[in-house]
């Protein structure tokens, strides 16, 4: 039996519906906010305020949540004697977004330490179909469409594709009705109140560790096996390099503190930090601290590899601070 040509043309002509309707529909949720998306947005609107209300050089800490759990920009300013803002908020918002943010921070005179979690230097945009992070879309959809637009449209129609039903459902719901400020009646790390005037995380002490967390933290391959072969992320940490470099900010990198294990002391993951020794330096760009000395006893983390405690966050911070100095020397009487 021949199928008549009517059928692929009305199956074609649904189709091409569908998507206009489904396309429309995201474009029209773009920017209505999400009670998931708040914790990073107040986050990161308290951390720019903070930033943009010092007048002279600063230092600026630049990481996911590892650095903003792990580095104390209170302990920094105090040892250093250089106004300092833990601008790290999550590592799912990924690294072009986060140096996006950099920029937008950073002025003339500046200092911007880098404190990367591992995964961070294999997460370009050119890459973006393959590691899309639901967190990242929900976010970006939410809270900043201008960037969302500002994408390749190939990156924006691939993230589109991503968004779940649950997602779009709640988008559209939020249009008519914004959700509040989520609500915690008891300690959380993730309650943006947390946060303190130097975008410090405060309050994950030992005695606060949560239950749930086991007792053994997930092996990061990114480490552990070796950086993927595109490693696109680096491309993005490169091109921050070259704009540093024109608007006369220092920027400086560290390793990300990390649970250690057996497979961070095997030689594939020592060749991994070295490799990103080699890319930092030969850009001109100092590593402070070593590598081993970024690797911290189990019960120093709060509740993933990446999270210091506050106790162990001051200690680690401050013996970063031990090897920041030479680069802020105190001013000449």
Not at 150 to 177: C, D, H, V, Y
Not at 217 to 235: D, N, Q, W, Y
Request: net charge neutral.
């Amino acid at each position: 039996m021949t199928i008549p040509l009517r059928f692929f043309t009305g199956l074609a002509t649904g189709l091409a519906i569908a998507f206009v309707i489904y396309f429309g529909l995201v474009q029209w949720q773009l920017g209505a906010p999400t009670t998931s998306s708040y914790w990073s947005f107040d986050l990161n609107t308290r951390k720019h305020a903070r930033a943009a209300s010092i007048p002279g050089p600063k230092l600026l800490i630049i990481g996911g949540s590892g650095a903003l759990f792990g580095i104390s920009a209170r302990r920094f300013e105090s040892e250093l004697g250089v106004p300092t803002v833990n601008l790290s908020t999550h590592a799912a918002l990924q690294i072009a977004y986060v140096l996006k943010l950099a920029r937008t921070a950073a002025r003339r005179g500046d200092t911007v330490l880098l404190a990367l979690e591992y995964e961070l230097y294999e997460t370009g945009n050119t890459t973006m179909n393959t590691w899309a992070d639901p967190l990242f879309i929900d976010f970006l959809m939410a809270r900043d469409p201008a960037y969302f637009h500002s994408l390749p449209i190939g990156n924006q129609f691939n993230l589109a594709m991503s968004l779940t039903r649950l997602r779009l459902e709640r988008g559209l719901k939020s249009i008519l009705r914004p959700p509040p400020p989520p609500e915690f009646h008891e300690y959380t790390a993730y309650d943006s109140k947390n946060v303190d005037e130097y975008g410090d995380m405060t309050g994950h002490t030992r005695a606060r560790i949560p239950d749930r967390v086991t007792a053994e933290f997930e092996v990061r391959p990114a480490l552990a096996s070796g950086l993927s072969k595109t490693r696109s992320g680096m491309a993005e940490i490169q091109e921050f390099i070259d704009w540093a470099k024109t608007h006369g900010v220092r920027v400086l990198a560290t390793f990300p503190n990390l649970c250690e294990t057996p497979d961070y002391l095997a030689p594939k993951a020592q060749s991994t930090a070295e490799e990103i020794t080699d890319f930092f330096q030969s850009r001109g760009v100092p590593m402070v601290g070593d590598y081993r000395g970024s690797l911290l006893p189990r019960g120093e983390f709060y509740d993933t590899s990446y999270h210091l405690t506050e106790e162990a966050a001051a200690e680690r911070t401050k013996r970063l601070a031990a090897s920041l100095k030479s680069y802020f020397p105190p001013p000449k009487p």
